[in-house]
């Protein structure tokens, strides 16, 4: 189904964030799908494979070169302004602030670290420990090339608490609220 054919505004923009282990790319596929509309999955991966290097060796020049890091975030812009999409990233309501409907996903540490111990097959204490280094290191390197505070997202059209919802609850909300706003309401 499209996003015409379901009524929706065709230029209709979804920009959904939050941190690593609150479902951004579940939620933002589920989004897509229930709306009709392309996901916009431009990653540090998509990078490596254009460029024809390996994954891991883009994700290690990224942590001391910037040009990874903008690259990534000028394609999702590019791919988005497109015409009707969900973006899902670290930075996706930062980076479409002004032309999607934002969302924040709000999670706490322990429950999104549970999700990636279980994901990958970590152990509870060293995904806690990763992930709020994650975290920290995100939210360092978000400031520095832009001046993103990624922890002040009150901004964001809709919060939506993913840690006591569901995946298929958080999607249902996102897409309740995307459908207003395309009706202008």
Known sequence: MSSESAGLHPALRVAISGKSGCGNTT??????????????????????????MAFEEVCLLAETDPQYDLAVDRR?????????????SRLAIWLLKDSAFTVYLEASLPVRAGRIARREGKLLGDAVAETETRDRRDHDRYDRLYGFDVDSYGFAALV????????????????EGARRRSAGG
């Open 160 to 175: 939506v608490d993913a840690e006591h919802n569901d995946q298929d609850a958080v999607a249902r909300l996102i897409v």
């Open 27 to 52: 939620v933002s596929r589920l989004v897509a799908a229930a709306l009709g509309l392309q996901v916009v999955n431009y990653t540090f991966k998509s990078l490596a494979q254009e460029r024809g």
């Open 76 to 88: 999702q812009v590019q791919l988005a302004e497109q015409g009707g999409c969900v973006l899902g």
